[in-house]
């Protein structure tokens, strides 16, 4: 299916690795021109490069923590009218909320609910001056199920899903969207917990662990990197123009509701 975005300039937030590159692979597969981010510029560039390579696109890499306002800064002026906006970064570490002080809850909030706000702040007149927007932000399912030790990921992504879903409806008539995909299990470093940056997992104990993950899930495997990329870049597509303020769970069925 043509997605219509061919030539659209994508911000794709914390992109080097996981969902966000799943997203910026797919969004590139339907020829839209990047602006990635990441912390580290060694992953960060090797992802850039994939993507140029495979798809032929205009890549353009922002180093540096999404949530720090420079940074943000300086993505808006790498790309100050982007069509695209996925909203992105890393989650915080799984935690008894007992142990969370004020600083490390303001922490979070900041990184998965004030930052995507602001970015959005920053872009969303000029999508709706120029009658065409697509915002999607990464949340997770935690928003719909308490997840043992992520209740401030749980929190803060709520928070952006409440805060966005009336943010929402003030631009649906300048066919500009604003939706929230929400990850179940999905095959990506995060979901091997606590690790070293770049280290490889012994395989043995890799196929354990998922395995093990994958008997929660209903469609009895872990949810792949491009398939919820090819989600995410179908909602940035001209055919989603009439779809908004949704949550959308990519979890193979491991959120149980009729509705
Ligand atoms: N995977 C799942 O099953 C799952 C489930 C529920 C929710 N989620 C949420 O989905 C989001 C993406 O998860 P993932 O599984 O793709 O994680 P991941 O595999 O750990 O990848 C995270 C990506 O974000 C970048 N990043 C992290 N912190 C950043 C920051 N402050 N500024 C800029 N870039 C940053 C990382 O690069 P650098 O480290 O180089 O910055 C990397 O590219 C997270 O918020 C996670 O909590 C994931």
Redesign the pocket.
Known sequence: MDLGIRGKKAIV?????????GCAMALAEAGCELFL????AT??SATASEIRQRFGVKVTEIV????DPEVQKALLAACPSPDILVN????PPYRDFRELDRAKILEGVT??MVAPIELIKAVIDGMAARGFGRIVN?T???VYTPIPGLDL?SGARAGLTAFLAGVARTVANRNVTINNIL????D????RGPHE?GSVEDPAEGAARRARLSAEVPAGRLGT?EEFGQICAFLCSVHAGYMTGQNIPVDGGLYVSAF
């Open positions: 937030c914390a992109s080097s690795r996981g969902l966000g590159k981010n990441g912390r580290n992953a960060l540096g923590d999404v949530a992105n970064n890393g989650g990184n998965n990464i997770s399912l935690s990921s990850p179940g299990k999905l990506t470093d995060r979901l940056p990197p």
